[in-house]
Nanobody, 123 residues
Framework: QVNLVESGGGSVQAGDSLRLSCVAS????????MGWFRQAPGKEREFVGA????????IYANSVKGRFTISRDDAKNTGYLQMNSLKLEDTAIYYC????????????????WGQGTQVIVSS
């Protein structure tokens, strides 16, 4: 079991940047993956991106590719979601999730989830 705690959300203007953090505790993520998902009001949860912890290889949704970057600090067991050039449509609750086998774009592949952090982008 992995406990995940996100932080770093807030209210920003379009074009600004934010960095979300996700601290994992309970076990190392060395052989697994961390995914980032988001859920906007009235919409289903959607995939943002993911990282394979051991290699650092990343995958992204087309909607954020080139603007968002996922990284991790193995020593701190912490993952990061750097969000640049934020748009109004990026407004959502952002969740990190973890598994034991690698990156995936499917929420069903992640048994462990954080509580979410709110990101609001205004014009």
């Amino acid at each position: 079991q992995v406990n995940l705690v996100e932080s770093g959300g807030g209210s920003v203007q379009a074009g600004d940047s934010l960095r979300l953090s996700c601290v994992a505790s309970g076990r190392t993520l060395s052989y697994g993956g961390m995914g980032w998902f988001r859920q906007a009001p009235g919409k289903e949860r959607e995939f943002v991106g993911a990282i394979r912890w051991s290699s650092g290889n990343t995958i992204y949704a087309n909607s954020v590719k080139g603007r968002f970057t996922i990284s991790r600090d193995d020593a701190k067991n912490t993952g990061y979601l750097q969000m640049n050039s934020l748009k109004l449509e990026d407004t959502a609750i952002y969740y990190c999730a973890a598994n034991e086998y690698g990156s995936s774009s499917l929420s069903i592949d992640y048994p462990n989830w954080g509580q979410g952090t709110q990101v609001i982008v205004s014009s």
